[in-house]
């Protein structure tokens, strides 16, 4: 499998996960001027322009953050319940996180006008509140296991500073052991270096 990413861009998620999977894959870069690593131009492997794009062994791509991690899980029988509640509030989280708290990032991705930033911040807080709520004590944020949900977390609690917006306590003392996390370190080195 081939995964196309941004260093640092929320592709780190499915990076993460491939790696808590166990999956073999391969990692190409894309450029801001959306050149691949290997000198392709990215819109005639992905007309969207971004990632995370995942290209499967037969050829096949798929796009779309949510799906790709829902892939990597059902591919490797890890990081996600294979029935019951918890397996659609891992899907629901995702969902949540990718449209609502991603979407929300906009503002400072963009260095859009002040007002907008002011508006994405109130959002951002009360994203931040369901999801600390929705945590409680729990190790991870759906269960004591790790999801595909953390993999996508940890880069949504990485690049929340950008906004200025503080996390609850529960989110931040989340996230410290995280950043230890094998494969995070992993993930982490090979976007660092590549
Ligand atoms: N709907 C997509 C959005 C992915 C997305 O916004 N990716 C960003 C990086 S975090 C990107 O590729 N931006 C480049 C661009 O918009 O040109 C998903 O959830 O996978």
């Known amino acids: ?30 450029d801001h001027a959306k050149k691949t690593a290997d000198g392709r131009d990215f819109l005639t492997i992905n007309p969207k322009g971004y990632i995370p794009t ?26 996600l319940a294979r029935n019951g509640i918890e397996r659609w509030r891992t899907l629901e989280v995702l969902a949540f996180m990718a449209s609502e708290i991603h979407g929300s990032y906009q503002p400072f991705f963009r260095n859009l006008p002040e007002p907008e930033k002011a508006r994405a911040r109130t959002k951002l807080k009360a994203s931040f509140a369901i999801l600390a709520d929705q945590m409680g004590d729990k190790a991870f944020l759906v269960s004591d296991e790790m999801t595909i949900a953390d993999c996508y977390l940890f880069w949504v609690l990485m690049v929340a500073p950008t906004s200025g917006v503080e996390l609850p306590v529960t989110l931040g003392d989340y996230f410290e052991p995280l950043k230890v996390l094998p494969s995070v370190v992993r993930a982490l080195a090979e976007e660092n270096a590549g």
């Open 54 to 79: 995942l290209e499967l062994d037969d050829g096949h791509l798929l796009t779309e953050n949510p799906v790709i991690l829902h892939y990597i899980a059902d591919t490797s029988g890890k990081l």
């Open 1 to 30: 499998m081939i995964l196309f990413y941004y260093p640092l861009a929320c592709s780190l998620a499915d990076h993460i996960a491939l790696i808590e999977a166990g999956l073999a894959y391969t990692l190409v870069s894309i």
